[in-house]
T-cell receptor, first 116, second 111 residues
Framework: DTGVSQDPRHKITKRGQNVTFRCDPISEHNRLYWYRQTLGQGPEFLTYFQNEAQLEKSRLLSDRFSAERPKGSFSTLEIQRTEQGDSAMYLC??????????????FGPGTRLTVL | LAKTTQPISMDSYEGQEVNITCSHNNIATNDYITWYQQFPSQGPRFIIQGYKTKVTNEVASLFIPADRKSSTLSLPRVSLSDTAVYYCLVGYNNAGNMLTFGGGTRLMVKP
């Protein structure tokens, strides 16, 4: 399977614990994005990387959230001291920058986080 | 970023053509119109993108009037598997830009 993969698919944790999610983008894609989606809503942008550089962060990304893409390949999203409001689906997407293309983003299946 | 307005939900039957209209009154000159589809427990999937007039691919058609203040996604002969949420997005066609999703249109296709 050469699509975007995310691990784990589901995570249940207790409030106050730290969690880390992993995203493996399509191999040649230089752009990687993280989104959060709550039930009944569209995805909300969190942050994106071009190669290993984190170029933009949403105001939704509080200081408890940190994302990395150390070698410009896979990325991790860590949430520290989780709160019940962090319960959501966390989606990763990747794209390849090509001038004149539609710059389609390819999404992974998501990691569903439940904070008890 | 241009705000979009689309119906919250629509019902259809198998074999019918479905048209979902999206309003984007303050679309900017450089903005493109893109539609994504999302099935339950999956990430969104790109369907189609256009700037003006009509675009067609193997999945759908996108109709954009001259003023570009609205667009219509047309799904020919829908099947049960087309039941999903459809999102209309408007923004500058730059790979670095994040996607701004609204609430989407929940399409239910009935037998």
């Amino acid at each position: 399977d050469t699509g975007v993969s995310q691990d784990p698919r589901h995570k249940i944790t207790k409030r106050g614990q730290n969690v880390t999610f992993r995203c493996d983008p399509i191999s040649e894609h230089n752009r990687l994005y993280w989104y959060r989606q709550t039930l009944g809503q569209g995805p909300e942008f969190l942050t994106y990387f071009q190669n290993e550089a984190q170029l933009e962060k949403s105001r939704l990304l509080s200081d408890r959230f940190s994302a990395e893409r150390p070698k410009g390949s896979f990325s991790t999203l860590e949430i520290q001291r989780t709160e019940q409001g962090d319960s959501a689906m966390y989606l990763c997407a990747s794209s390849l920058e090509i001038t004149g293309s539609n710059n389609e983003q390819f999404f992974g299946p998501g990691t569903r986080l439940t904070v008890l | 970023l241009a705000k979009t307005t689309q119906p919250i939900s629509m019902d259809s039957y198998e074999g019918q053509e479905v048209n979902i209209t999206c309003s984007h009154n303050n679309i900017a000159t450089n903005d493109y119109i893109t539609w994504y589809q999302q099935f339950p427990s999956q990430g969104p999937r790109f369907i189609i993108q256009g700037y003006k007039t009509k675009v067609t691919n193997e999945v759908a058609s996108l109709f954009i009037p001259a003023d570009r203040k609205s667009s219509t996604l047309s799904l020919p002969r829908v099947s049960l598997s087309d039941t999903a949420v459809y999102y209309c997005l408007v923004g500058y066609n730059n790979a670095g830009n994040m996607l701004t999703f609204g609430g989407g249109t929940r399409l239910m296709v009935k037998p």
